[in-house]
């Protein structure tokens, strides 16, 4: 189960209550609530996002830019077989699709009708702080690295590197 996150304002105080909802209708609201070009705020789980999307964190989503997705954007893509709503990065583009896998994920890369994008990651929420890691210029190199992690001469680098990874 999937939980979004509905959010109010009254006397310029924000509250939030969370409802839980299956993948699927999850999907259907995140595509209505983004169609309608405002921002969309769930708690992400899963791990094929991991180590960039940790499972829990709280992402808000925008609608797709006007100059359209970008390789190493983080996408949310309603599945065009199932509905349910997919977060995973762009790793290629083609004039009716968009490519997209997860950093931790073992399957291979999907192509999805640009039609089922619905935004785009604008914001990681850990822990009640930010992450920003994953979303700023680095985010164009991170599809080529998340293949090369399973390489065993790689494993030396990650346990270097993981510390920093994590706030």
């Known amino acids: 189960m999937r939980s979004a996150k509905a959010e109010s304002t009254a006397r310029g105080r ?3 209550a969370e409802f839980p909802l299956s993948s699927r209708a999850l999907g259907a609201l995140a595509r209505d ?9 769930f708690k992400a789980l899963g791990y094929s996002m991991h180590p960039f999307i940790r499972n829990g964190d709280i992402l808000t989503v925008s609608p797709p830019p ?3 997705l970008a390789i190493g954007d983080v996408a949310a893509v309603v599945q065009p077989e199932s509905g349910k709503l997919v977060i995973h990065r762009v ?14 994920a073992p399957a291979p890369e999907e192509s999805m009708p640009r039609s089922h994008v619905v935004g785009r990651v604008i914001r990681i929420e850990r822990n009640g702080r930010r992450v920003s890691f994953g979303l700023g210029p680095e985010r164009a190199l991170i599809p080529g690295l998340a293949g090369l992690k399973r390489k065993p001469w790689l ?6 590197v ?5 706030p």
């Open 33 to 41: 609530v983004l169609a309608k070009g405002l921002r969309f705020r």
């Open 14 to 16: 924000v509250g939030a």
């Open 66 to 68: 006007a100059r359209g």
């Open 162 to 166: 993981r510390p920093v990874l994590k």
């Open 91 to 104: 790793t290629g583009l083609t004039s009716a699709s968009v490519i997209v896998r997860g950093d931790n």
């Open 155 to 160: 494993r030396p680098l990650l346990k270097i």
